[in-house]
């Protein structure tokens, strides 16, 4: 079993610093070590423990969140909490896993996670069984984080503001929009039409109407026919 991701929540107001906590409690593979007001004290803790990940905010008294990750030489993953977003910008040059703006749904904070993990399993995490080699991803479904292997999951099916990925297991729903998950994979995925991505990897056959996945068919959208047949032909 793979280590839990160690956080650090710094905001100077309590409201805010409650929600992430109670985010990062319904996460299991995080575990959160302890809780700042200010740039000072996050100094102090990031110097006596472990710290993997920082929900970070940006306006505090003293020194502000992004001159704060500057000043560490060697500093964790970032996630910016913010109200403000004219810091965009310059959060790209801390090179921040995710930039979220409050107030922060789950739905947005466990997307930042999934990229947080998503970097973090770009190599095999179980090296005994050969066939899960391609990464994978947590699923927020049935009130479960699930995890799912990418060299798993057949294609993606969008149903309004649900998706189902269907696995060679299982059908898993999670309530997300199929252009944020989209995201969240390896290259290997393409998108046909606005409601499905495949795993071009699990293609048997394909038309120029749409294509096939074992005895599955899944039709490829007009306004994407010509980038996927390009991809599919070359």
Request: aromatic content about 10%; proline content about 5%; overall charge negative.
């Amino acid at each position: 079993m793979s280590e839990s991701i160690k956080c650090l929540i710094v905001d100077d107001e309590p409201l805010a610093i409650k929600v992430i906590k109670g985010y990062v409690e319904q996460v299991p593979q995080l575990e959160l070590v302890d809780t700042c007001g200010d740039a000072m004290s996050a100094f102090q803790v990031i110097n006596q423990k472990k710290v993997d990940l920082i929900f970070l905010d940006i306006e505090m008294p003293g020194i502000n969140g992004i001159s704060f990750i500057k000043s560490l030489s060697n500093p964790p993953a970032v996630i910016l909490t913010t109200a403000f977003r004219e810091y965009a910008f310059e959060s790209y040059e801390i090179e921040v896993v995710d930039y979220l703006l409050k107030p922060i749904s789950f739905d947005r904070f466990f997307k930042a996670i999934n990229k947080h993990l998503k970097s973090k399993t770009a190599t095999p995490e179980m090296p005994d069984t050969p066939a899960k080699t391609g990464g994978s991803i947590y699923v927020y479904s049935n009130k479960k984080n699930l995890k799912v292997y990418f060299d798993d999951i057949l294609y993606v099916e969008s149903i309004k503001d649900y998706i189902t990925i269907h696995t060679t297991e299982a059908q898993i729903v999670s309530k997300n929009t199929i252009t944020n998950f989209e995201e969240l994979l390896p290259s290997s995925f393409l998108r046909i039409h606005r409601s499905f991505i495949v795993n071009s990897t699990k293609i048997t056959a394909f038309t120029h109407q749409d294509i096939e996945i074992g005895d599955k068919e899944v039709p490829i959208g007009t306004s994407y026919k010509r980038a996927v047949l390009e991809q599919l032909k070359g």
